[in-house]
């Protein structure tokens, strides 16, 4: 029972960190019709530079990371991604994947073989509750993520910025005869995208995992099925998602020597099995919007 039960915090912990990343999918595919397959590489780039300031003050270091990457972003949207708006949003996709393979080809320039420590003050404290030993690093990630989430959404259902945002949304013609500023919304869902994938950055590359290395920027590909699972114009969704895929790879892995017969490593391809079962069920998602088509 307490195997279990710690299985269980790590997965929500694990799932809370890819509902964090899977948001960032959501909300620039919310705000413009794109899916951004360089955001792991942001992630990652985001968290190196975490590791690189980390010695001279740890929170400092993640508030340049988070910095970083939102100045990436930026210049990705105000450069490439404003520059062919109006464009098949098809073609700005695979624009991203291209970016993606640049900017991996400068981290592993940067960063090589090498497995950088993230610095932060948790290290390898354990925290023992009840019988139950777990990473301090992943309770806080834990509660971060939740803190985090929360305020998203105050900010989402309260904020005119989030009011503007779910009605550009919903309907994108519209909006702009409303005053609504389609550019502006861009830039805010790509900001908040380069703030969520750093933070989560950060606590996936804290004990028990060893540190950075290029293989970091992978963690977005797994936690892109959060997205797809939740539905990719569903917020609440991704984190539904995220939390599921979490609980569900960290229950296979730890229960891996009963699930031999499924194969090694059945755990790394466990997200994407249910992402299949779920989108053969409800091809929109779990809460994504379904489209009617008349025939």
Do not use: C
């Not at 939740?230 to 917020?235: A, E, I, Q, R, Y």
């Not at 755990?267 to 409800?282: A, C, D, P, R, S």
């Amino acid at each position: 029972m307490a195997d279990l039960l710690q299985l269980l915090v790590s997965g929500l912990s694990l799932g809370a960190l890819y509902g964090l990343i899977a948001l960032g999918f959501v909300i620039v595919f919310k705000a413009t019709g794109i899916l951004n397959f360089s955001h792991g590489a942001m992630l990652l780039l985001g968290a190196y530079v975490v590791t690189r300031l980390a010695h001279v003050n740890f929170l400092l270091a993640v508030l340049a990371g988070i910095a970083a990457a939102v100045a990436l972003n930026l210049l990705v949207e105000r450069v490439l991604v404003r520059s062919m708006a109006g464009r098949s949003a098809l073609a700005i996709t695979v624009m991203t994947i291209g970016l993606d393979v640049v900017l991996m080809t400068y981290a592993r320039g940067e960063i090589n073989t090498r497995v950088l420590p993230m610095g932060d003050p948790w290290g390898a404290t354990m925290v023992s509750i009840g019988a139950v030993d777990i990473p301090l690093s992943r309770l806080v990630a834990l509660v971060v993520s939740l803190v985090v989430v929360a305020a998203f959404f105050v900010w989402f259902k309260r904020s005119s910025w989030g009011v503007a945002f779910r009605a550009a949304t919903e309907r994108r013609d519209v909006a702009p005869l409303m005053g609504i500023r389609l550019n502006r919304l861009s830039v805010v869902a790509w900001v908040l995208a380069g703030v969520l994938a750093v933070i989560a950055g950060v606590f996936l590359a804290t004990f028990p995992s060893s540190g950075v290395n290029v293989d970091l920027s992978h963690v977005a590909l797994r936690a892109f099925p959060a997205a797809v699972i939740g539905g990719l114009d569903s917020t609440h969704g991704a984190i539904v998602g995220g939390l599921m895929i979490g609980t569900a790879e960290i229950l296979a892995q730890g229960y891996q020597s009963h699930l031999e017969f499924l194969g090694g490593g059945f755990h790394e391809v466990l997200t994407y099995v249910l992402m299949v079962i779920v989108l053969w069920f409800k091809p929109a998602g779990l809460f994504g919007t379904q489209e009617v088509n008349r025939v």
